[in-house]
Structures are given as C-alpha cells and as structure tokens.
C-alpha cells in the first residue's frame, strides 16, 4: 500500500510529457487566429479544462450513486477524489475563459448558461466539501455527501435547461452555433490537431489525478485507523 | 422489519402511511400555534426583507413591474431557511427526531409529514406577504396564474430544503450551512418562479409563461422523488 504503484508512477511521467506537448501544441504549432489573434490560443486548453470538470462532474454523481447502493466507503473517497478535481478544473477553466471573453466579449463575465453553470457548480462543490467538514463520523459523511452530490448532479442539468431558454452569446465551436453566439470560428486542420490533442492530454491527466487522489484518501483513511488504535 | 405481526392486523398499509404522515403533521401544528415561535419570526424576517428592498431598489412606479416577481421570491427563500432550520433543529436539541425514527412508521412518513408543516409555514407567511405587499406597492398579486406558481414553487423549494436541513442539522455548523447547501440547487426554482411570476404580473401570453411552469412540476416531481428515495440515508443512525 505505501510504495506508489509502478503504473501510477509511468502515468504521473506520461501526464507531464503529454502536458507539455500539449502546450507546444496550442501557444507555437496552432496558427495564430485571424480576428482574435493571441488570445484565441486560449481556447485549446479552456475547452480541456472544462471537459475535465465535466468529467469529474459525472464520476462524483456515479460514485455517490454507488455507494448509497453498496455503502461501501472506497466510493466515497472516489467521490472526494472526484469533486475536488472537477472544482479545480471548472475554475481553471473560467479564469482562462474570462481572459479570452475580455478582449472578444468585451466583459470578464457575462450570464451565459455554461458559465453560470459552471459558477454554480462550483458553489455546490465548496458547499459539499464545507458540509463534509462538519461531520465527524466517517460514515454519515460519506452518506451525507452522496446525497448531496446526487441532488447536484439532478439539479445542475435542470439549472443549464432553465438559464438555456433565456439566449446564449457563447460560441459553439463544434456543432451547430446560434445566430447570437459572439466570437466563434472555425477550426484549421492545425487547430484540430492541437484541440483534439489537449483534450486527450488532459483526459490522461485527469485519470492520472483522480487515481492520486483515492490513493492519498486511502491513505489518509489508513493514518485515521492507526491514530485510532493508538488512543485505544 | 415491516412484517412485524401487530401490524399484519388493522387499516391497509397506505391508510397506515397517511395517518403517520397526519400524524407528524398534526404534531408540528400543534406545537407551532401553542409557541408562535416559528411563524412570528418568519413573518417579521419577511417584512424586514421587503422594506430592506424599497430601500434597496427605489421601488418607483416604472420599476415595479419588473423586479416586483424577483423581490417576492428572494423574500420567500430567506425566510424559507429560517423556517427549515427552526423546524428540524427543535427536533433535534430536544432529542424529538430520535423518537420519531423509533416510532415504528415508514420514514418516508416521517420526510413528508416534516415536508408537509414546512410547506405550511411557508404557505402561511406567503398569504401573509401578500397581501401587505399589494398594499404598500399598489399592485394586485391575487392573480390565480401567480397563486398556482407561488404554490408550485413553494412545494419544490421545501421538497429539497427539507432533506437538506435534516442533513444539515446533524453538522457542527448547522445554520449556517443549510442556505449555502439549499441556494445552488433551488436555483432552477427561483429562475423558473422568477420568470412565471414575471410573466403572470406583466400579463404575458400563456406560451410565454407555460416553459416555466413545466419546469416548475419537473422540478418539483424528480426532487420530492429523489428526497424520497434517500431519506432513509440522512435520518439514518
């Protein structure tokens, strides 16, 4: 249990190289944009990073889910391990969005469904990890924090359906767009390349700290237990 | 542990479920007309919000159409948490939750009959806001189409907020907590309310209003389900 796993080990080295190859790819082998110029290089690693919130959006849910059925509590801790991620990625990606949304959209922040969303989002997380500090017994946090995950994960979707039917200025760079959408484009072959390309590497990166994470909660789970023995 | 033999006997399992439910019900209304504490502080905290608003937003003629929907919404969901948490935590200082979930009811009964004297409370300080609001601000917000939205609203916004104050009470910070876990997951509510009510002052057509209200009964259907299903996991011991 101590010694890191030797796979866990070649995905840490893998995640950096793959990081850095992304980087390359968007800020120098990207073409530069012909309206927005710089800025819009942005736009390669704001979609990864908040993919990956999406994606651990969706693992807390199922997580939650899985261990109100089998209340068993290394669901928990992939619950956890999952929160604290898609928080970090959803905040990662609206400060990158907003540096690209001030020259295009001439604002930092506007009320649009995605980054409404995505800001309440991150207000059920905080509000999830400040309940779960509030709770000593390991086990009733567990359950607490799979029912209030569940209830985010229910209501987060209705809450993009309802700011949805006011209208979006965000682009929708794949798939349609609407008529009001402000600053989209259209992707180069090139830019394909890089886009595709960060999404892949931030998947990697993702699996490779969400599998750190339930490692440090087992860990911290196994120090829970000794401190306990000790006192006995 | 439902096959007890004494209750093979007697009324039909759902009779048994409506009466346990009446019966949590009865016992909050009961013990809220003999304190008043609840209701009291809920109707004044209300006031207080609406004249903090007049103050707050220069609630001229003009105005008032438009934020008249917005500031009767926000008034009902602070004063909602104040009656949440008032309501689950009188049950748990005095140890009364514990004798509810050793009563030998489903606890399901024990969610809707707490669901149901909240929804109560709200409903009551709502008829009272009402009417104090129309006087002071020369509107007339006894519209059927606003009632049925007030009420559709209401029953969403205490659905969840009563599974989230039984949560919240067990935690050290209590209070404090319930508004922060309660607002981002009612925020579909108080748009959908918001913009129903909105539509109904504003006298919109009904096609403009009715993607509201569908998201209304949505809303309140997968929640009052969803609390349903894991009731169970936050009374548990």
Redesign the interface.
Known sequence: MNAKPRALLILDVLSALLLAAATYLALIYAPLEAVMGAVQRVFYFHVASAWIGMLGFLAAGVAGIAY?RTQNLRWDIVEVAAVEISLVFFFIAIVLGSIWARPVWNTWWTWDPRLTTAA?TE??Y??YL??R????DPN?RA??G???T???A??VP??F???R?FRTIHPVVIGSQSAEAQGGFNMTADMKVAFFFALFAFTVIFADLLWNRIRLGHLAQEVEQRKLKVMQ | MDDLPIEKSGPSPFARFLRAIAAVVWKDLAAEFRSRELLSAMLVFSLLVILIFNFALELNVKERRDVTSGVLWATFAFAGTLGLNRSMAVEKDRGCLDGLLLAPVDRAAIYFGKALSNLAFMLIVEAVVLPVYSVLYNVNLFRPGLLMVILLGSVGYIAVGTLLSTMSVQTRTREILLPILLFPVVIPILIAAVKASGGYLNNLGMEEILPWLNLLIAYDVIFTAIAFMVFDYVVEE
């Open positions: 109100l309440i207000l059920i905080i509000a400040m309940l500090q509030g709770i000593e009733r359950r607490f799979a029912v209030y569940l209830v985010g229910v209501s209705i809450t359906m309802a700011i039917l």
